[in-house]
C-alpha cells in the first residue's frame, strides 16, 4: 500500500511518521512517502525519513492509498486525497463539519483516532492516552516555567524555601502524568477526581486525595466520568475552594467524553489565590474547567495567570511523535493484510468504532448526530442505521485500570 504522510497545519509540530515507524512500515511490504520538511517540527531531518527507505515527494498525496496526519486537514488539503483512499488521524469528527463533507464525497474511508474503543484490545493503538501522557507532562513544565516559585525545597544559607503546592483536577491519564511529574520535580501534590476508583492510584503516586463529591456510579458503568448536575458542580466548587486558594499551582484536566468540561473553579475562587499563582488548564478545547480560562490564551486576572494551551503535546513533539507514531502503525496492522494492502474488517469493533466514514457514508453513529442527521438521512449521505458503534462514554468493554 502507498502511505503518504503530508506536512501537518500551521501550529502542530507533531508528525504521523517517524523514521524508525517508516521503516517498519516498509519492512512490512508497503511503500511510503513524505512531504518535505515534514518532521522539521519534531526533529526529524528528511534525510533520517530518506535513510529509513521513504521518498521524498513535494506531491505526497498523488496516488495515496492511504494518508496518514496528526490533526484534521483543512478542507482544502482534504480534497487533495485521492477518491476511495484511506485516511487516518486525530480528526475531530464532531467539530470537523466541512472535513466530513468532503470525506463523504470523495468516498475515503476516514478513521478517526480518537473513536477507538480503549479496551485492552486495543491499547496499543490507544492515540488519546499517549498524547494526553506527553501534554500532562508538559503542563506542569510549563506551569513550572511560568511560576515565579522554585518547585521543590530548597535549604540554602539564604534561608529555606518550602515546596511549591501543586493541585491537579481531574486524574485520568493526563492528570495522573501531571501528578507524577510534579512530585518529581519536588512539589507538594494534591489531587482530586470525581470518579472515587483513582484515589488508590493518585496516592500511589505520594499524593493526597481531596475529600469533595464522587460520583459511585460510575465506577460500576464504563469507568468514565458523566456530566454532573449544577447542584453537584456548585458542591464541588464549595469542597474545593480551599484547596484552590492554597496551591501556587492548578493542573486541570478534568472533561467528559463528547460534552463541555465541568466547571471546577469560578472566578471567585481564582480571586481567592495568592498573586504569582498559576492555572493551567487542559480542558480549554472543550471549554475549560476554571471560568477565566480562554483557549490558546494566558489571563492574568489579579496577579493570577490563567493558562489555556492546547498544544500542549506538540510542544514535546519528538516523544508525542513517536508514541502516536506506533499507535498508528499498531493501527495499520488492523486494516492491511498479509500483503499489505487495505482490507478493513468491519466485523472488528476497533475498526468499525474508529471509522467515521466508508464509501460515501457516515458510519459512526455519534458522528451522524453530531452533524445533525436522523439514523434514517444519513446525513445525505446514504445512511447507514447501524448503531454498533458505542457511545464515547461507553467505549470501554474491559477497562484498563
Ligand atoms: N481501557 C483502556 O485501555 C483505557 C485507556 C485509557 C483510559 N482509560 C480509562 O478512561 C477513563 C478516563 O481517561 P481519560 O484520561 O481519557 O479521561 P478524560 O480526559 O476524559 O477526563 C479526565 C478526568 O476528568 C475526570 N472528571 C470528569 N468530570 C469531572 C468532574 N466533574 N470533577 C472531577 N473530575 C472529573 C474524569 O474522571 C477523568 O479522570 C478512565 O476510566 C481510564 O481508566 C481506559
Known amino acids: 500500500m502507498r502511505i503518504a504522510v503530508p506536512r501537518e497545519e500551521v501550529g502542530e509540530n507533531r508528525v504521523a511518521l517517524t523514521p524508525p515507524v517508516v521503516r517498519r512500515l516498509i519492512d512490512s511490504g508497503h511503500s511510503v512517502v513524505v512531504e518535505p520538511g515534514l518532521g522539521r517540527g519534531a526533529g526529524f531531518p528528511d534525510a533520517d525519513y530518506a535513510e529509513a527507505g521513504a521518498e521524498i515527494g513535494p506531491d505526497p498525496w498523488e496516488g495515496a492509498e492511504l494518508v496518514l496526519v496528526v490533526g484534521p486537514p483543512t478542507p482544502e488539503r482534504a480534497s487533495r486525497v485521492p477518491v476511495d483512499a484511506a485516511l487516518v488521524g486525530l480528526l475531530d469528527p464532531f467539530a470537523s463539519e466541512d472535513l ?13 483516532m480518537e473513536a477507538i474503543p480503549r479496551t485492552t484490545l486495543a491499547q496499543g493503538m490507544d492515540a488519546l492516552s499517549s498524547q494526553a501522557s506527553a501534554a500532562g507532562y508538559q503542563a506542569v513544565l510549563l506551569a513550572a516555567a511560568e511560576s515565579p516559585r522554585i518547585f521543590p525545597m530548597m535549604i540554602t544559607a539564604a534561608g529555606t524555601i518550602p515546596p511549591v503546592k501543586v493541585l491537579v483536577l481531574g486524574a485520568g491519564v493526563a492528570g495522573l502524568q501531571a501528578i507524577a511529574t510534579a512530585r518529581r520535580l519536588g512539589a507538594v501534590v494534591s489531587a482530586y477526581d470525581i470518579r472515587p476508583q483513582v484515589r488508590e492510584q493518585i496516592e500511589s503516586l505520594g499524593a493526597r486525595f481531596i475529600a469533595a463529591p464522587v460520583d459511585e456510579s460510575v465506577a460500576a458503568a464504563s469507568g468514565y466520568a458523566k456530566e454532573v448536575s449544577d447542584n453537584t458542580q456548585r458542591r464541588q466548587q464549595a469542597a474545593l475552594a480551599d484547596a484552590v486558594a492554597d496551591s501556587d499551582v492548578v493542573i486541570t484536566t478534568a472533561q467528559i467524553p463528547g460534552r463541555p468540561a465541568p466547571l471546577l473553579i469560578s472566578r471567585e475562587m481564582v480571586e481567592r489565590m495568592n498573586p504569582g499563582s498559576v492555572i493551567v488548564d487542559m480542558a480549554s478545547r472543550t471549554g475549560g474547567n476554571c471560568e477565566l480560562t480562554r483557549r490558546d490564551e494566558v489571563v492574568d486576572h489579579r496577579g493570577v495567570r490563567v493558562m489555556g494551551p492546547t498544544d ?5 513533539a519528538m516523544d508525542a511523535s513517536q508514541m502516536y507514531a506506533r499507535n498508528l502503525a499498531a493501527f495499520i496492522g488492523r486494516i492491511t493484510d498479509g500483503n499489505a494492502e487495505l482490507a478493513c474488517d468491519f466485523d472488528d469493533e ?6 467515521i466514514t466508508h464509501d460515501g457514508e457516515i458510519t459512526h453513529p455519534v458522528t451522524r448526530r453530531s452533524m445533525g442527521a436522523t439514523p434514517d438521512d444519513g446525513a445525505g449521505a446514504g445512511g447507514t442505521t447501524d448503531q454498533r458503534t458505542p457511545e464515547p462514554d461507553a467505549t470501554e468493554t474491559e477497562e484498563r485500570s
Open 100 to 112: 466530513i463533507r468532503i470525506l463523504i464525497e470523495r468516498r475515503i474511508t476516514a478513521f478517526a
Open 312 to 316: 500542549l503535546a506538540g510542544r514535546v
Open 350 to 355: 476497533i475498526v468499525f468504532g474508529a471509522c
